[in-house]
């Protein structure tokens, strides 16, 4: 069974520049969850999808990020325009159920603004 | 803002020796406490889980300890390995009173492992 994958596994761009995350979760998988890691910091949740709908996007920082999942299948996060402090590794992680289920998390994306 | 205080930040211990991580939570939706283990590069993976019916649950050579009272759950490896070197995370689901999701986590700052041959 392949593992949640996440799409690029590195990104560098520019203050003021558009960069779109991708993440496919495990097949099956309703849930999706997007979370962030700012260096040195915890992991901190961003939104949380059931199916193709924003069950919570609580966590987003601002109007600059925008979640889609497109046919309760991958999912795409936006940043637009992008700021130094957008800076950090982006992870995707997949769960079968919301409660007491095991949240499987992809290798992540690092994000890098200059 | 709902969090989990983990300690130590790092911890390095030799080579068959326990190591032991603390994580200190609020309140939370539901008992459910799983920790993380990430090495660099890769995305955290779960390490173990442990459900509300039981204090205690062991796999191998990795403990999680829970006191429900003390809102406290402890991880311990025992005969530490140099390949268990590697971040770990402590997590606890979001709470509703936090404006949680129910199922998003809340994660500890990490613990940086260095198992020293």
């Known amino acids: 069974e392949a593992g949640v994958t996440q799409f690029p596994s590195h990104s560098v761009i520019e203050k003021g520049q558009t960069v779109t995350l991708r993440c496919d979760p495990i097949?099956?998988?309703?849930?999706l969850y997007w979370y962030r890691r700012v260096m040195g910091k915890e992991i901190k949740f961003l939104l949380h999808?059931?199916?193709?709908?924003?069950?919570?996007e609580s966590g987003m920082p601002n109007n600059r990020f925008l979640a889609e999942r497109t046919g309760g299948t991958y999912s795409t996060l936006k940043v637009q325009p992008a700021e130094l402090e957008d800076s950090g590794v982006y992870f995707c992680?997949?769960?079968?159920?919301?409660?007491?289920?095991?949240?499987?998390f992809g290798p992540g994306t690092r994000l890098t603004v200059t | 803002q709902q969090q989990v205080k983990q300690s130590p930040q790092s911890l390095i211990v030799q080579k068959g020796g326990i190591s032991i991580i603390n994580c200190a939570y609020e309140?939370?939706?539901?008992?459910?406490f799983p920790w993380y283990q990430q090495f660099p590069g890769k995305g955290p993976a779960l390490l173990i889980a442990?459900?509300?019916?039981?204090s205690e649950k062991k796999e191998g050579r990795f403990t999680i300890s829970f006191n429900k009272s003390a809102k406290q759950f402890s991880l311990h490896i025992m005969d530490s390995q140099p390949g268990d070197s590697a971040t770990y995370f402590c997590?606890?689901?979001?709470?509703?009173?936090?404006?949680?999701?129910?199922?998003?986590?809340?994660f500890g700052k990490g613990t940086k492992l260095s198992v020293k041959p």
């Open positions: 992680a997949s769960s079968q159920r919301v409660y007491q289920s095991t949240q499987y």
């Open positions: 097949s099956g998988h309703d849930n």
């Open positions: 999808f059931v199916k193709e709908s924003k069950q919570d």
């Open positions: 309140n939370t939706a539901f008992d459910y």
């Open positions: 442990i459900r509300p019916d039981v």
């Open positions: 997590a606890a689901p979001a709470s509703r009173n936090y404006g949680g999701s129910q199922g998003n986590l809340i």
